[in-house]
């Protein structure tokens, strides 16, 4: 059947009005999940595909890093910023992205997105010295601030909220663990067969893939009224975002003593206090406060930072134990990833149906009970042999309770949100993704990498981790056992 691409795009304030698919609408309450249109299937492939290309430039990089100091001519502490130059405003710019989705447009800002996304990475892989390669890594992370939160607001007001949302959320979650997984494989792959330079050459195509479908296939959505912008809101909030951060993924290298760090981190804390208050005073706030009251909003994001920072934690530190204390090399351990990853997907397609079934408050908090436990079998491994195999179990087991939980926070925030607020709700958890695999590493990681004795230092790492997820467990329970106001 041809895909009729050339009707008009729809505009209205109402973007759920507008974009639910006939199947949608027919469906019965109670009824069996409506099947997805091959329209609808489109506009999912072209969102996931988006979401995956993001998620895979977190850690497609990471092993192909020496060899990138050494082509280019940047010292080891240097690297560092290859993976900062990124995170900076991918994760500074995220909810300032989304609100701008929300006010002018979520596919126009979506579409400008993959476009400098294309050419920043092509810049990337055609760097000839450090200042060009970070000057392409920068723009990557500009791009994916523009992606992420507007994508995940095309994909919230096209699918209706019930069945058809949770599957294309399941189907998205999957595919944000399973790139950052696939990264850790193919990065390896790529540096040792083609060069590091084709890490950033296959985001390039995918770019190039997903653009040209783009704009055919998505609807147009923003609020009716085009409020003014809260610039103040949005300078202390971006601000103080930046500032976190940098201070953190610095301290990630360097420990918290230095003095850049300090003043950063002291900094940003001081911004987003700042624009706390702002919000609570501005005509036309940026962030609205009757939303971060919602208790589905402020604790489904408590159970994403928490799932996010502690599984990105987990992968880092069991990464130096295989390879130094086990002595696999990096292929080997790509493989034990690579388990993880296959679990991962068979966990998003079974997430959406665990969820309608037990709903996204019970599938939230049973998930992070399950990582936080399979996390803590992990405390038994050692020097022995079979300790790789307890591990990849404790490990796989565990990212299959992650994907829950990623899937229900995301079902949780989003529930109930009016559409013309979907940029900004998307927005915030984008924004908790973002700060999640970025506070993870320096708050607990450090204390492996520091430790004279790299396995005890693993020990501990594990034991905070379950602790923290466990403990978080308990806390959502609690804060979402109340019926939230709307």
């Not at 988006?50 to 240097?78: C, T």
């Not at 710019?93 to 126009?108: E, P, Q, S, V």
């Not at 204390?447 to 806390?475: N, W």
Request: hydrophobic share 50%.
């Amino acid at each position: 059947m041809a895909i009729d691409t050339s009707a008009p795009s729809p505009t209205t304030a109402d973007a759920s009005a507008t974009t639910k698919s006939p199947q949608a609408a027919a469906a019965a309450p109670g009824g069996p999940p409506p099947r997805l249109s091959r329209r609808d299937r489109l506009i999912l492939f072209v969102l996931c595909a988006a979401q995956f290309m993001v998620a895979l430039d977190f850690s497609v990089l990471n092993v192909a890093l020496p060899v990138l100091g050494s082509d280019l001519g940047m010292s080891h502490a240097a690297l560092q910023w290859a993976v900062t130059a990124f995170a900076l405003p991918s994760g500074g710019f995220l909810l300032l992205f989304g609100r701008f989705g929300d006010l002018f447009g979520r596919r126009r800002l979506f579409l400008g997105g993959l476009a400098l996304f294309g050419a920043a990475s092509l810049l990337a892989t055609f760097a000839w010295d450090p200042a060009s390669f970070l000057a392409g890594r920068a723009l990557q992370g500009v791009g994916a601030a523009a992606i992420v939160p507007t994508g995940m607001s095309l994909l919230t007001t096209t699918f209706p909220e019930g069945p058809q949302r949770d599957r294309a959320l399941g189907i998205s979650g999957t595919l944000l663990s399973l790139g950052f997984t696939v990264g850790m494989v193919l990065g390896g792959v790529l540096t040792d067969t083609l060069g590091w330079r084709s890490t950033m050459g296959l985001l390039t195509l995918f770019a190039l893939i997903v653009l040209p479908l783009a704009p055919g296939l998505l609807p147009e959505s923003r609020t009716p009224d085009r409020p003014r912008l809260d610039i103040p809101g949005a300078v202390t909030v971006t601000g103080g975002l930046l500032a976190l951060i940098y201070a953190l993924s610095t301290a990630a290298e360097r420990g918290f003593g230095g003095t850049d760090v300090i003043v950063t981190l002291i900094a940003g804390v001081g911004l987003l206090a700042l624009f706390g208050y702002v919000e609570s005073h501005a005509a036309a706030p940026l962030v609205s406060l009757p939303m971060l009251r919602r208790r589905t909003v402020a604790w489904g994001n408590l159970g994403g930072l928490v799932t996010f920072s502690m599984m990105s934690t987990v992968v880092f530190v069991l990464t130096l134990y295989f390879q130094d204390v086990l002595d696999l090399s990096a292929f080997q351990t790509g493989l034990v990833f690579g388990v993880q990853g296959v679990l991962s997907v068979v966990a998003g397609m079974l997430a959406p149906k665990v969820i309608g079934r037990f709903g996204p408050r019970r599938t939230l908090v049973g998930s992070l009970l399950g990582q936080g436990l399979f996390v803590a079998a992990l405390i038994g491994v050692g020097e022995q042999t079979w300790s790789v195999w307890l591990a990849t179990a404790a490990i796989s087991v565990a990212s299959m309770f992650h994907l829950g939980a990623i899937v229900s926070y995301g079902v949780t925030v989003t529930s109930g949100v009016p559409d013309t607020e979907q940029g900004l709700a998307t927005g915030l958890v984008t924004s908790t993704q973002q700060v999640g695999i970025t506070i993870g590493i320096p708050l607990l990681g450090v204390l492996a990498t520091t430790s004279s004795d790299v396995l005890a230092g693993t020990r501990t790492v594990l034991t905070l981790d379950a602790l923290i997820v466990l403990a978080t467990a308990a806390l959502v329970a609690v804060g979402l056992r109340r019926r939230t106001r709307a």
